[in-house]
């Protein structure tokens, strides 16, 4: 229930190669391709029935690689590992390796720029995510993005584990393990304002974002938490990899640097 997260290919831009006011060729934009670790965190703050408000930091773990030519090249990416943290311990929330392993790999153009400068900028548009349920059969439903119910003919067995929707498991006091059943989608466009190095750091800016929990192990958490992306805390970070590098490898810490920790995330006030 507090995993919401947060989890996106857009049309090519020329490059600048020309720096503005001098007339003279800016040296060419960064050749990104290779092998690299991606980690999107996406903060939002929850309002949860039963359990009250918290901060949720979702941390998810990508193997990714770069290829094509530098100026139009294009980010590959797979899901590793979703790691939801939460900075009140009201309940724990885990993500089944299943959920992770049904998310879609993305392939995400870079669209590159410079400035006055010269210095390289991108943005990668990681286009909506539907979990849990199929766009191609959505009915849409007035003023919602998901389907409301189990029963919409959208409504996927996201992990075929039985159940509808994708399932997440929420360890809460006094309640053991409840399995949760939801349907979200989530729009993240990434946004590097120094695309240059073997480390590259920028926001993960949340766009359309809708979450809807249509079952439940217990029937007191059949329930739906007001969520409220926060953009200005959410972030990404991608680094150089050796060759080869695995999803085993990277959760080992392979290329981790420093990650955000739930007490470095701000509460709403």
Known sequence: MATRAALLSAGLATATLVTPGTGHAASGPPDLAGDWRLDLYVVSHARIPVLGTTTIL???????????????QVLHTRPCKLQPQTTRPIATTTVPQAFVDNLPRKHVPLV?????????????DMQPQDVGWTRARHQPVPDALVPQDADHPAVLDFERDGHPGATIHLDAPLFGDIEI??????HTVLSASD???????????PRDFAQRTIGASNRLFISNPDIEL???QSRFRLARVPAGTTC??????????????????????
């Open 230 to 232: 926060d953009a200005g």
């Open 248 to 269: 085993a490898a990277l959760e080992r810490g392979e290329g981790a640097g420093t990650p955000l920790r739930p007490e470095d995330v701000r509460p709403r006030d």
């Open 181 to 186: 059943y939801v349907v979200q989608t989530a």
């Open 112 to 124: 590159m720029s410079t400035d006055a400068s010269g210095r390289w900028s991108f943005v990668g």
């Open 58 to 72: 979702a941390r998810t773990i990508f193997q990714a690689t770069v290829d094509g030519e530098p100026g139009s």
């Open 195 to 205: 695309a240059e190095g073997d480390v590259i750091e920028g926001r993960a800016n």
